[in-house]
């Protein structure tokens, strides 16, 4: 199939909306805090709770899209955009007025969540097969680079975005995030449909044991990701009193997060520099590093750890995606990746309100450098493992 010569770049800007809105709402956090009266646990379960419904969405819009074509899921999932962040900015103002009380508003924020999950999941897959259908059979992997670069892009500027927005009006980063896929809408509304990838055929593979130690990495970076975005907010209250200084200090710091992941791909991956294992290797270290360089929770250290970090984790991933691929279809991989890092984002809000309650909220980083000394171990574990097989 030949290439369609039109730009994927409005479905990016679309995709993009997710890194707006997840790194958005990071920004925002400790004033929702104060807002509501609810806990920074209670908060980083509701994000959390949003992001899983993922898991079984996702699959769900793929059939959807099969059926009904991509564009119908994009626009779905603009409107679930819009709406849920409406039902969750609606319900902070309402608490924040003492108009609602703590379980009504809490019952909203749910719904608002529910709403995000169910049909924002399906806003990459369906950007990523419309920007494939565009592309054609050759360009493939360059299609998926457009969208990956829109979500990056969005990551990186939603800090900054939700950090000036809050300089107008405590809820205008919320405002602002419900009226964002409006223009996104309407440029949607002017692209036409493409046809269907032509059937390409691969190798299927069953699942076994050898890739659980991927599956694990996987699980672990996202623990490491999240335990540290959400402990940024206690770490800082430690050191600055003002909620709003604390909200700019966030901004900046995810906007660095976000650069020194593109810087990453764009220096040491995507020029492919290093080998798979070279590259797990350098990734785990750098993890842990950054990780401990931000446990000694001053600001100097929160920056330089912060971008460390960042750095490992834009290197980890695509590792850790390959060296799977190598045992299993790409299909198939990339799903059961994603898998594993819906799972780990789980599992960090289980561990936030647990790690609170043994030691405070102070030990989230703690909790996120123990994880990343976890994932250095299974590296080396999987860097003896093919050693040892590459000598037999």
């Given amino acids: 199939m030949k290439a369609s010569g039109k730009s994927s770049w409005p479905l990016a800007l679309c ?8 790194n958005g709402l990071l920004v925002v956090l400790p004033q929702l805090v104060d807002m509501t009266g609810l806990t920074l646990s209670t908060w980083a379960g509701l994000l959390m709770f949003g992001s899983m419904l993922f898991l079984p969405a996702s699959p769900w819009w793929g059939r959807v899209a099969e059926v009904k074509g991509c564009k119908f899921v994009v626009v779905v999932s603009l409107a679930g955009y819009l709406l849920s ?27 608002s969540r529910v709403i995000y999950g169910l049909t924002v999941s399906g806003m990459v897959p369906a950007a990523q097969t419309w920007a494939m259908q565009r592309a054609g059979t050759d360009k493939r992997m360059a299609a998926l680079a457009v969208i990956s670069s829109g979500l990056s892009c969005g990551r990186l500027l939603g800090p900054p975005l939700a950090a000036l927005a809050l300089g107008v009006y405590p809820m205008a980063p919320l405002w602002l995030m419900a009226v964002a896929p409006l223009f996104a809408l309407i440029l949607i509304s002017g692209q036409y449909r493409d046809p269907p990838l032509a059937a390409v055929p691969h190798h299927s ?25 959400i402990g940024l907010t206690p770490i800082l ?12 200090h966030i901004a900046w710091l995810l906007s660095l997060a ?66 799977l691929n190598q045992k299993l279809s790409l299909g198939k991989g990339a799903g059961l990746i994603a898998t594993s890092h819906t799972l780990g984002y789980g599992l960090s809000a289980l561990l936030i309100p647990f790690i609170t309650w043994l030691s405070g909220q102070n030990h989230l980083l703690a909790g996120a450098w123990i994880a990343s000394m976890l994932f250095f171990m299974m590296t080396c574990w ?11």
């Fill in 15 to 22: 995709a993009g909306l997710l890194g707006i809105g997840q």
């Fill in 85 to 111: 962040f409406g039902v969750m900015a609606l319900m902070v103002w309402l608490m924040a007025e003492r108009e609602a009380g703590i379980y009504a508003g809490l019952a909203g924020l749910i719904l």
């Fill in 205 to 229: 593979a069953r699942l076994h044991s050898g890739l659980l130690p991927c599956l694990l990495l996987a699980a672990l970076l996202a623990i490491c990701i999240s335990l540290m975005q």
């Fill in 237 to 248: 209250r430690g050191i600055i009193d003002a909620p709003a200084a604390v909200s700019r």
């Fill in 258 to 323: 976000a650069a020194s992941t593109l810087l990453a791909q764009f220096l040491i991956v995507r020029p492919q520099r290093l080998g798979l294992q070279p590259l797990l290797f350098t990734a785990a270290l750098l993890m842990s590093t950054g990780l401990g360089m931000m446990v000694i929770g001053n600001l100097m250290s929160l920056y330089a750890g912060i971008a460390v970090t960042s750095f490992g984790a834009a290197m980890a991933t695509p590792a850790y995606q390959l060296l």
């Fill in 382 to 392: 999987l860097g003896l493992t093919a050693r040892a097989e590459s000598t037999r």
